[in-house]
């Protein structure tokens, strides 16, 4: 009697792993599909109408890394700070429907300006209307690649300074950075002030 009630478990125990289970017709929330973005746009953005562009190349969010994105502007002033401003300008503004759809986004918000460095800051040195490290990480990175790349910080690190009179800090725009834009450190180095030349005295 134990030997076929043995028999039964086991024949039931096949059937459960089987064919003879129906499959069943009610859907099963597995959550949302792995989205997939083309971090690509299909053609550069027009000139404007009856007047020469600039293109400039700013950095967006994509895939959770950065990735440059041509425009286009009506003119570019050559002096670092309003270059800074217009690239920063860019950065801040609303993306194209063929930006968004291909997966870019902008975490830099609105009403950020920059302004010239302070005295004995050091040479290159830009001042936002925040401080830098209040900023978010992601923002940050786009800023500091985004000046980076255009020149406009006159070297290959960036130094950024708030309204305050904190001393700036310097950021460098690294594979790193471009690759994990939201680990980037919200500190910079300390940049000290560039000393003021002591006037050597007068011959008697």
């Known amino acids: 009697m134990r030997a076929r009630w043995v028999v039964c478990v086991v024949a039931l125990g096949l059937l459960g792993s089987g ?14 599909a792995p989205s997939r973005v083309s971090c690509d746009t299909s053609a550069p953005p027009a000139q404007p109408a009856g007047r020469e562009g600039v293109r400039v190349e700013v950095q967006l969010v994509c895939g959770s890394q950065l990735v440059g994105v041509e425009r286009v502007l ?43 460095a302070r005295p004995g800051d050091p040479k290159g040195t830009l ?13 940050l990175a786009q800023i500091v690649c985004t ?37 980037v450190p919200t500190l910079g180095e300390i940049v000290r002030p560039t000393p003021t030349p002591t006037p050597s005295p007068s011959a008697s």
């Open 74 to 116: 009506a003119g570019v002033d050559k002096r670092p700070v309003r270059a800074a401003q217009s690239l920063l300008a860019e950065l801040e503004q609303s993306l194209s429907a063929e930006e968004r759809d291909a997966g870019f986004s902008t975490e830099v918000g609105a009403e950020l300006s920059v302004a010239p």
């Open 127 to 139: 001042r936002l209307s925040r401080r830098p490290e209040d900023l978010p990480p992601l923002a």
């Open 19 to 32: 064919c003879g289970i129906r499959a069943t017709t009610v859907p099963v929330d597995v959550g949302a």
């Open 147 to 183: 000046f980076a790349d255009s020149g406009v910080a006159g070297g290959g690190r960036v130094v950024l300074g708030g309204p305050d009179t904190d001393p700036p800090r310097a950021w460098e725009c690294t594979e790193a950075v471009r690759d994990r834009p939201e680990s």
